[in-house]
């Protein structure tokens, strides 16, 4: 594997959009080339997102040479487009160490760059962040100042991009958005915006006509204003004899360019240029293909989101070699558990926001198509689409990302929990996720969940738990909205397709007896905190081990055993701490008076950057070593009883 990655003769030279700017148009066809072929070159290598980037390499290059960034205002959505972006303003010698341990963030990120104008990790947020900076700016008098959001992979499906375009109709202010319209987000684009785009992009009538008139009246001997005017009159008029119906968008009062072909660069930096000098909200729909360039990428999109290693020439995708076999992923425990659990209980459907292959709800869409949706990115309307259909009977599982879910929350309490129905949430990616970072860590779903009434909150320690809390959760003695939450990845076992078995809702589990401490630990962790146990047998020091299972509602008579027995304790999760697991434990013993040391293990009241789960685990402390290291000091430091 060549580790030697150079830039191409243009693109060395540019250290910032103002180097872009020195070259003539016609070179900029040699820095787009050379742009997608870096993009290739490091993400090869190094990892990361891949196919997003690849198709927005000609609209990136364009941006940056017609538009004044940082003054004029760029928001990237989503964030995973924007490599070409980063590597153009300042940062073409430190992408290789993108999304590393203390390298750069693979998304936009306000304290890395000037031209970094928003930190959009998740989806759907460019529109509303672009509009705030334009009414800003309007505010403060700074009429020659641009604001662009493009938005692209799927964000437009979601609720907040309508909110934010029905607000910018109205706004009179300075924002263009951009819609990347490649028919993908990370799975290929469902709904009905995703048909109309592709109507109104087939059905060229109405966009010919007005292209061609506006040409022709630019033509007439009369000043450019009226003829602007003259022309937004009669376009108007006219509009409905070429449309069979109104565009969407200029119904909310955005003023519609396209669509055109976002990997024409001469196309898009003379459009660009026009728009630059229309004043209002305004929209280009462009047509670009996710992975352009690299064809095995344009021919699997969903496959090359975001590949891992892989062999540029042949598209070999390196795979991790093991001696022996390796325990499933997590979500694909859930994939393949749900259509058990669905072949058994005809009332069983799955929801995911966008995410069927990630969460592998795909194996259940395959095989099902009529139990299982994909709803687009909208975790909101998830959320409350699974309340409705579990008024009718239906025992629905809304997979949905730890993090994701925290867009979600009015609908969990008000649509969900407050009306007491038996939906099931599996938080999938819970815990810290690795090289997506801070935005995509799972570390609050705890928290947030738990000071919800009647919420059942529980955790597998491993695959075969999983499988049977998910066949818990959807038994019809199950009442209560129930949560289940898993991390990324390989669980612990080889053997795993166990027989169901019902867990009783609140009961944790005993994993070995001991003396001098006890270790408390809510799901995966708790292998975290086996590990350490081994670790320490060696020096004498037998801790006891118990697995909650749940923190809501807590197993009382296992903690009245422990308590009984045990003045030092330990308690480990992935969440963080405030608000979570330990936090749940210090209740309990204020509640009933017990007195003991406890030592909180979980991830600290920080955000957490991205680097690999065991660099991030072993930074917040989280990991088998630093549990036996405060195994090791609670056995030799002297309990001070409160009181």
Same mark, same amino acid.
């Given at each position: 594997? &060549?580790m030697?990655?150079k830039a191409?003769p243009l693109?060395?030279?540019? %250290? %910032?959009?103002?180097?872009?700017?020195?070259?003539?148009?016609?070179?900029?066809?040699?820095?787009?080339?050379?742009l997608?072929?870096?993009?290739?070159?490091?993400?090869?290598i190094?990892?990361?997102?891949f196919a997003?980037?690849?198709g927005?390499?000609?609209?990136?290059?364009?941006?940056?040479?017609?538009?004044?960034?940082?003054?004029d205002?760029l928001?990237?959505?989503?964030g995973h487009q924007?490599?070409?972006?980063?590597?153009?303003?300042g940062?073409r010698?430190?992408?290789?160490s /993108?999304?590393?341990?203390?390298?750069?963030?693979?998304?936009?990120?306000?304290?890395?760059?000037?031209?970094d104008?928003?930190?959009?990790?998740?989806?759907?947020?460019?529109?509303?962040?672009a509009?705030?900076? *334009?009414?800003?700016s309007?505010?403060?008098?700074?009429?020659?100042r641009?604001?662009?959001? +493009?938005?692209?992979?799927?964000a437009? =499906?979601?609720?907040?991009?309508?909110?934010?375009m029905?607000?910018?109709?109205?706004?009179?202010?300075?924002?263009?958005?951009i819609?990347?319209? &490649?028919d993908?987000?990370?799975?290929? %684009?469902?709904?009905?915006?995703k048909?109309?785009?592709?109507?109104?992009? =087939?059905?060229?009538?109405?966009?010919?006509?007005?292209?061609?008139?506006?040409?022709?009246?630019?033509?007439?001997?009369?000043?450019?204003?009226?003829?602007r005017?003259?022309?937004?009159?009669?376009e108007?008029g006219?509009?409905?004899?070429?449309s069979?119906?109104?565009?969407?968008?200029?119904?909310?009062?955005?003023?519609?360019?396209?669509?055109i072909?976002?990997?024409?660069?001469?196309k898009?930096?003379?459009?660009?240029?026009?728009?630059? $000098?229309?004043?209002?909200?305004?929209?280009?729909h462009?047509?670009?293909?996710?992975?352009?360039?690299?064809?095995?990428?344009?021919? !699997?999109?969903?496959?090359?989101?975001a590949?891992?290693?892989?062999?540029?020439l042949?598209?070999?995708?390196y795979?991790?070699?093991?001696?022996?076999p390796?325990?499933?992923?997590?979500?694909?425990v859930?994939?393949y558990?749900?259509?058990?659990?669905?072949?058994?209980?005809?009332k069983?459907?799955?929801?995911?926001?966008?995410m069927?292959?990630?969460?592998?709800?795909?194996?259940?869409?395959?095989?099902m198509? $009529?139990?299982?949706?994909?709803?687009?990115?909208c975790?909101?309307? @998830?959320?409350t689409?699974?309340?409705?259909?579990?008024t009718q009977?239906?025992?629905?599982f809304?997979n949905?990302?730890?993090?994701?879910?925290?867009?979600?929350?009015?609908?969990?309490?008000? !649509? +969900?929990?407050?009306?007491?129905l038996?939906v099931?949430?599996c938080?999938?990616?819970?815990g810290? +996720?690795?090289?997506?970072?801070a935005?995509?860590?799972g570390?609050?779903?705890?928290?947030?969940?738990?000071?919800? #009434?009647?919420?059942?909150?529980?955790a597998?320690?491993?695959?075969?738990?999983?499988?049977n809390?998910?066949?818990?959760?959807?038994?019809?003695?199950?009442?209560? #909205?129930?949560?289940?939450?898993? #991390?990324?990845?390989?669980?612990?076992?080889?053997?795993?397709?166990?027989?169901?078995e019902?867990?009783?809702?609140?009961?944790?589990?005993?994993?070995?007896?001991?003396?001098e401490?006890?270790?408390l630990?809510?799901g995966? #962790?708790?292998?975290? *905190? @086996?590990a350490?146990?081994r670790?320490?047998?060696?020096?004498?020091?037998?801790?006891?081990?118990?697995?909650?299972?749940?923190?809501?509602?807590?197993?009382?008579?296992l903690?009245?055993?422990v308590?009984?027995k045990f003045?030092?304790i330990?308690?480990?999760?992935?969440?963080?701490?405030?608000g979570?697991v330990?936090?749940?434990?210090?209740?309990?013993? /204020?509640?009933?008076?017990?007195? @003991?040391?406890?030592?909180?293990?979980?991830i600290? $009241?920080?955000?957490?950057?991205?680097?690999?789960?065991?660099?991030l685990? &072993?930074?917040t402390?989280?990991? @088998?070593?630093?549990?036996?290291?405060a195994?090791?000091?609670?056995? &030799?430091?002297?309990?001070?009883?409160l009181?």
């Open positions: 594997m &060549n030697d990655i191409g693109l060395a030279n540019i %250290n %910032n959009p103002d180097d872009l700017k020195k070259l003539s148009r016609e070179q900029l066809h040699q820095v787009a080339g050379e997608r072929q870096y993009i290739i070159d490091v993400v090869s190094h990892g990361g997102h997003a980037s690849l927005v390499v000609e609209l990136t290059v364009a941006l940056h040479y017609v538009f004044n960034t940082p003054y205002q928001v990237w959505d989503v924007a490599y070409g972006h980063k590597i153009l303003t940062r010698d430190s992408f290789p /993108n999304r590393k341990y203390k390298g750069i963030s693979g998304f936009p990120k306000r304290d890395e760059s000037i031209y104008t928003f930190g959009v990790g998740h989806s759907s947020t460019s529109i509303s962040a509009l705030g900076m *334009a009414m800003a309007h505010y403060k008098g700074e009429t020659d641009q604001h662009i959001a +493009v938005i692209g992979d799927g437009m =499906t979601a609720g907040l991009a309508f909110e934010a029905n607000h910018a109709g109205i706004a009179k202010s300075n924002v263009l958005i819609l990347n319209d &490649n993908m987000g990370i799975d290929p %684009n469902v709904g009905a915006l048909e109309y785009l592709t109507d109104i992009t =087939t059905s060229q009538t109405y966009n010919k006509f007005r292209e061609d008139f506006w040409k022709a009246l630019g033509k007439l001997p009369v000043g450019k204003n009226y003829s005017e003259m022309a937004s009159k009669i108007a006219l509009k409905g004899v070429v069979k119906s109104s565009n969407l968008f200029e119904s909310l009062k955005l003023r519609y360019f396209g669509p072909d976002g990997h024409n660069l001469t898009l930096v003379d459009t660009l240029k026009d728009l630059k $000098d229309i004043p209002g909200p305004k929209i280009l462009i047509k670009t293909v996710k992975g352009k360039g690299y064809d095995l990428a344009e021919k !699997d999109q969903t496959k090359w989101h590949p891992g290693l892989f062999d540029k042949t598209g070999e995708i795979k991790k070699q093991y001696d022996l390796q325990p499933p992923k997590y979500q694909d859930f994939g558990t749900i259509i058990e659990l669905a072949e058994k209980n005809d069983v459907f799955g929801i995911t926001p966008a069927p292959s990630g969460s592998s709800l795909k194996y259940m869409m395959e095989k198509p $009529d139990r299982a949706f994909d709803v687009s990115i975790e909101q309307h @998830a959320v689409l699974s309340a409705g259909m579990a009977g239906l025992k629905v809304c949905i990302y730890s993090t994701f879910m925290q867009r979600a929350y009015d609908m969990v309490i008000h !649509d +969900v929990a407050l009306q007491k038996p099931i949430f938080l999938d990616r819970a810290l +996720v690795g090289e997506d970072g935005t995509h860590h570390v609050y779903d705890i928290a947030y969940m738990r000071c919800i #009434p009647n919420m059942i909150i529980s597998p320690m491993n695959e075969s738990e999983l499988r809390l998910m066949y818990t959760a959807q038994l019809d003695s199950t009442k209560n #909205p129930f949560v289940i939450r898993y #991390p990324r990845g390989q669980g612990v076992l080889a053997e795993w397709q166990t027989p169901f019902e867990i009783k809702i609140g009961k944790g589990r005993k994993i070995k007896d001991g003396d401490l006890a270790i630990s809510f995966h #962790p708790g292998n975290f *905190a @086996a350490a146990i670790d320490v047998k060696a020096d004498g020091i037998n801790p006891a081990h118990y697995d909650l299972r749940f923190v809501k509602p807590l197993d009382e008579a903690l009245h055993e308590f009984a003045n030092k330990i308690t480990v999760e992935d969440g963080t701490v405030k979570g330990g936090t749940a434990i210090l209740e309990f013993m /204020n509640e009933h008076g017990y007195k @003991a040391d406890v030592k909180m293990i979980g600290p $009241d920080k955000f957490i950057e991205h680097g690999t789960p065991k660099e685990y &072993n930074e402390g989280v990991d @088998a070593a630093h549990i036996a290291e195994i090791r000091e609670m056995v &030799n430091v002297k309990v001070n009883l009181g």
